[in-house]
T-cell receptor
Protein backbone atom coordinates (compact mmCIF):
# COMPACT_ATOMS: atom_id res chain seq x y z
CA UNK A 1 0.00 0.00 0.00
CA UNK A 2 1.17 3.51 -0.73
CA UNK A 3 1.87 5.93 2.05
CA UNK A 4 4.35 7.99 4.02
CA UNK A 5 6.72 6.39 6.48
CA UNK A 6 8.38 8.37 9.21
CA UNK A 7 11.08 6.95 11.42
CA UNK A 8 11.89 6.63 14.18
CA UNK A 9 8.65 6.98 16.12
CA UNK A 10 10.52 8.26 19.17
CA UNK A 11 13.90 9.98 19.16
CA UNK A 12 16.06 11.37 21.90
CA UNK A 13 18.66 14.03 21.36
CA UNK A 14 21.59 14.88 23.56
CA UNK A 15 22.64 18.48 23.93
CA UNK A 16 24.85 19.61 21.05
CA UNK A 17 23.91 16.66 18.90
CA UNK A 18 22.42 16.71 15.40
CA UNK A 19 19.66 14.20 14.72
CA UNK A 20 17.94 13.26 11.47
CA UNK A 21 14.31 12.35 11.06
CA UNK A 22 13.44 10.17 8.11
CA UNK A 23 10.47 10.64 5.79
CA UNK A 24 9.88 8.33 2.84
CA UNK A 25 6.88 8.21 0.50
CA UNK A 26 5.99 5.81 -2.28
CA UNK A 27 3.07 7.86 -3.57
CA UNK A 28 5.04 9.49 -6.40
CA UNK A 29 4.24 12.91 -4.95
CA UNK A 30 6.24 15.96 -5.96
CA UNK A 31 5.58 18.12 -2.92
CA UNK A 32 6.72 17.24 0.59
CA UNK A 33 6.52 19.14 3.86
CA UNK A 34 7.87 19.12 7.40
CA UNK A 35 5.74 20.45 10.24
CA UNK A 36 6.34 20.82 13.93
CA UNK A 37 3.41 20.42 16.33
CA UNK A 38 3.51 22.02 19.77
CA UNK A 39 0.56 22.15 22.16
CA UNK A 40 -1.63 25.17 21.47
CA UNK A 41 0.33 26.24 18.40
CA UNK A 42 -1.08 24.08 15.68
CA UNK A 43 1.24 22.90 12.96
CA UNK A 44 4.09 25.19 11.97
CA UNK A 45 5.89 24.78 8.69
CA UNK A 46 9.63 24.12 8.91
CA UNK A 47 10.61 23.38 5.31
CA UNK A 48 8.87 22.31 2.14
CA UNK A 49 9.91 20.99 -1.23
CA UNK A 50 7.89 21.22 -4.42
CA UNK A 51 10.26 19.19 -6.55
CA UNK A 52 13.42 17.13 -6.34
CA UNK A 53 16.62 19.09 -5.60
CA UNK A 54 14.66 22.13 -4.50
CA UNK A 55 13.29 23.22 -1.14
CA UNK A 56 12.18 26.39 0.63
CA UNK A 57 12.22 27.59 4.19
CA UNK A 58 8.96 27.65 6.06
CA UNK A 59 8.05 29.81 9.01
CA UNK A 60 10.41 28.28 11.58
CA UNK A 61 13.39 26.98 9.58
CA UNK A 62 16.12 28.19 11.95
CA UNK A 63 17.98 25.29 13.50
CA UNK A 64 16.80 22.81 10.88
CA UNK A 65 18.09 21.57 7.55
CA UNK A 66 16.67 19.34 4.82
CA UNK A 67 17.63 17.69 1.57
CA UNK A 68 15.63 16.42 -1.39
CA UNK A 69 17.98 14.28 -3.45
CA UNK A 70 15.27 11.78 -4.32
CA UNK A 71 11.59 12.25 -4.97
CA UNK A 72 10.74 9.64 -2.36
CA UNK A 73 12.80 11.03 0.49
CA UNK A 74 12.78 14.30 2.46
CA UNK A 75 14.90 13.89 5.63
CA UNK A 76 14.91 16.59 8.29
CA UNK A 77 17.98 17.29 10.42
CA UNK A 78 17.50 18.97 13.76
CA UNK A 79 20.78 20.71 14.41
CA UNK A 80 22.38 21.74 17.68
CA UNK A 81 21.36 25.30 16.81
CA UNK A 82 17.73 24.41 17.49
CA UNK A 83 17.47 25.26 21.17
CA UNK A 84 13.97 23.97 21.76
CA UNK A 85 13.68 20.81 19.68
CA UNK A 86 11.24 18.91 21.85
CA UNK A 87 8.09 18.54 19.74
CA UNK A 88 6.10 16.22 17.55
CA UNK A 89 7.30 16.33 13.94
CA UNK A 90 5.01 15.51 11.03
CA UNK A 91 6.01 14.89 7.45
CA UNK A 92 3.47 15.28 4.67
CA UNK A 93 3.23 15.01 0.92
CA UNK A 94 0.76 16.42 -1.55
CA UNK A 95 -0.66 14.69 -4.55
CA UNK A 96 -3.65 12.96 -6.02
CA UNK A 97 -5.76 11.21 -3.45
CA UNK A 98 -8.85 9.09 -3.30
CA UNK A 99 -10.78 11.67 -1.33
CA UNK A 100 -13.37 13.42 -3.47
CA UNK A 101 -15.12 16.60 -2.50
CA UNK A 102 -18.00 18.07 -4.41
CA UNK A 103 -16.75 20.85 -6.65
CA UNK A 104 -13.06 20.44 -5.77
CA UNK A 105 -10.05 18.80 -7.29
CA UNK A 106 -8.72 15.49 -6.12
CA UNK A 107 -5.55 16.75 -4.46
CA UNK A 108 -4.91 15.60 -0.94
CA UNK A 109 -2.31 16.09 1.75
CA UNK A 110 -1.00 12.80 3.13
CA UNK A 111 0.63 12.69 6.55
CA UNK A 112 3.12 10.35 8.13
CA UNK A 113 2.57 9.01 11.63
CA UNK A 114 5.02 11.45 13.17
CA UNK A 115 8.21 11.43 15.24
CA UNK A 116 8.28 12.55 18.86
CA UNK A 117 11.63 14.19 19.55
CA UNK A 118 12.74 14.76 23.11
CA UNK A 119 15.89 16.18 24.66
CA UNK A 120 17.89 14.13 27.14
CA UNK B 1 2.45 36.26 2.57
CA UNK B 2 -0.35 34.09 3.79
CA UNK B 3 -1.77 33.47 7.21
CA UNK B 4 -4.62 31.69 8.92
CA UNK B 5 -6.44 32.70 12.08
CA UNK B 6 -8.76 30.36 13.89
CA UNK B 7 -10.80 32.70 15.99
CA UNK B 8 -11.59 30.29 18.84
CA UNK B 9 -9.09 28.05 20.60
CA UNK B 10 -11.93 26.13 22.28
CA UNK B 11 -15.57 25.58 21.29
CA UNK B 12 -18.02 23.70 23.48
CA UNK B 13 -21.43 22.52 22.26
CA UNK B 14 -24.14 20.11 23.36
CA UNK B 15 -24.82 16.98 21.37
CA UNK B 16 -27.42 17.65 18.68
CA UNK B 17 -26.74 21.39 18.48
CA UNK B 18 -25.01 23.18 15.58
CA UNK B 19 -21.24 23.52 15.32
CA UNK B 20 -19.43 26.61 14.05
CA UNK B 21 -15.64 26.74 13.88
CA UNK B 22 -14.37 30.04 12.55
CA UNK B 23 -11.42 30.58 10.24
CA UNK B 24 -10.14 33.75 8.60
CA UNK B 25 -7.27 33.79 6.14
CA UNK B 26 -5.06 36.14 4.20
CA UNK B 27 -3.39 35.26 0.95
CA UNK B 28 -1.77 37.09 -1.93
CA UNK B 29 -3.10 34.60 -4.43
CA UNK B 30 -6.33 32.75 -5.03
CA UNK B 31 -6.03 30.33 -2.16
CA UNK B 32 -6.88 26.72 -1.64
CA UNK B 33 -8.40 26.16 1.79
CA UNK B 34 -8.72 22.99 3.83
CA UNK B 35 -10.13 21.79 7.11
CA UNK B 36 -8.42 18.91 8.89
CA UNK B 37 -9.47 17.05 12.04
CA UNK B 38 -7.19 15.38 14.56
CA UNK B 39 -8.68 12.98 17.08
CA UNK B 40 -6.66 12.19 20.21
CA UNK B 41 -3.71 9.93 19.45
CA UNK B 42 -4.66 9.73 15.81
CA UNK B 43 -3.37 11.30 12.64
CA UNK B 44 -4.76 14.22 10.70
CA UNK B 45 -7.75 13.54 8.49
CA UNK B 46 -8.97 15.76 5.67
CA UNK B 47 -12.55 16.94 6.19
CA UNK B 48 -12.99 19.09 3.12
CA UNK B 49 -11.25 21.36 0.64
CA UNK B 50 -11.98 24.48 -1.39
CA UNK B 51 -10.09 25.16 -4.64
CA UNK B 52 -11.98 27.94 -6.49
CA UNK B 53 -14.89 25.77 -7.55
CA UNK B 54 -18.19 25.87 -5.63
CA UNK B 55 -18.00 28.23 -2.67
CA UNK B 56 -20.01 25.88 -0.46
CA UNK B 57 -17.95 22.75 0.10
CA UNK B 58 -19.38 19.58 1.58
CA UNK B 59 -17.08 17.20 3.40
CA UNK B 60 -17.20 14.00 5.38
CA UNK B 61 -19.20 13.32 8.54
CA UNK B 62 -21.78 16.01 7.74
CA UNK B 63 -19.37 18.94 7.83
CA UNK B 64 -19.41 21.76 5.33
CA UNK B 65 -17.66 25.08 4.87
CA UNK B 66 -18.41 28.20 2.90
CA UNK B 67 -15.72 30.26 1.19
CA UNK B 68 -16.50 33.98 1.48
CA UNK B 69 -13.94 36.02 -0.39
CA UNK B 70 -15.33 39.38 0.74
CA UNK B 71 -14.97 38.34 4.36
CA UNK B 72 -11.80 36.26 3.81
CA UNK B 73 -13.45 33.52 5.81
CA UNK B 74 -13.81 29.76 5.54
CA UNK B 75 -15.92 28.77 8.54
CA UNK B 76 -16.66 25.12 9.26
CA UNK B 77 -20.20 24.12 10.22
CA UNK B 78 -22.26 21.08 11.06
CA UNK B 79 -26.01 21.16 11.73
CA UNK B 80 -25.98 18.69 14.59
CA UNK B 81 -22.98 17.76 16.73
CA UNK B 82 -22.19 14.18 17.62
CA UNK B 83 -20.08 12.98 20.50
CA UNK B 84 -17.59 11.52 18.02
CA UNK B 85 -16.96 15.03 16.62
CA UNK B 86 -14.94 15.93 19.71
CA UNK B 87 -11.43 16.58 18.39
CA UNK B 88 -9.06 19.34 17.33
CA UNK B 89 -9.74 21.05 14.01
CA UNK B 90 -7.24 22.84 11.82
CA UNK B 91 -7.89 25.35 9.06
CA UNK B 92 -5.20 25.38 6.35
CA UNK B 93 -4.44 27.77 3.50
CA UNK B 94 -2.31 27.15 0.44
CA UNK B 95 -1.08 29.87 -1.86
CA UNK B 96 -0.89 27.61 -4.90
CA UNK B 97 -3.80 26.85 -7.12
CA UNK B 98 -4.25 24.40 -9.94
CA UNK B 99 -1.81 21.53 -9.92
CA UNK B 100 1.16 23.26 -8.31
CA UNK B 101 1.73 22.74 -4.63
CA UNK B 102 2.82 25.73 -2.62
CA UNK B 103 3.33 26.63 0.97
CA UNK B 104 0.72 25.28 3.35
CA UNK B 105 -0.01 27.26 6.49
CA UNK B 106 -1.97 25.78 9.39
CA UNK B 107 -4.12 27.66 11.88
CA UNK B 108 -3.52 27.25 15.59
CA UNK B 109 -6.34 24.76 15.95
CA UNK B 110 -9.75 24.75 17.63
CA UNK B 111 -10.57 22.11 20.21
CA UNK B 112 -14.20 21.05 19.94
CA UNK B 113 -15.83 19.61 23.04
CA UNK B 114 -19.25 17.96 22.76
CA UNK B 115 -21.36 17.55 25.90
CA UNK B 116 -24.07 14.89 26.25
Amino acid sequence: DGGITQSPKYLFRKEGQNVTLSCEQNLNHDAMYWYRQDPGQGLRLIYYSQIVNDFQKGDIAEGYSVSREKKESFPLTVTSAQKNPTAFYLCASMGQGAFKVLGATNEKLFFGSGTQLSVL
Amino acid sequence: AQSVTQLDSHVSVSEGTPVLLRCNYSSSYSPSLFWYVQHPNKGLQLLLKYTSAATLVKGINGFEAEFKKSETSFHLTKPSAHMSDAAEYFCVVSDAGGTSYGKLTFGQGTILTVHP
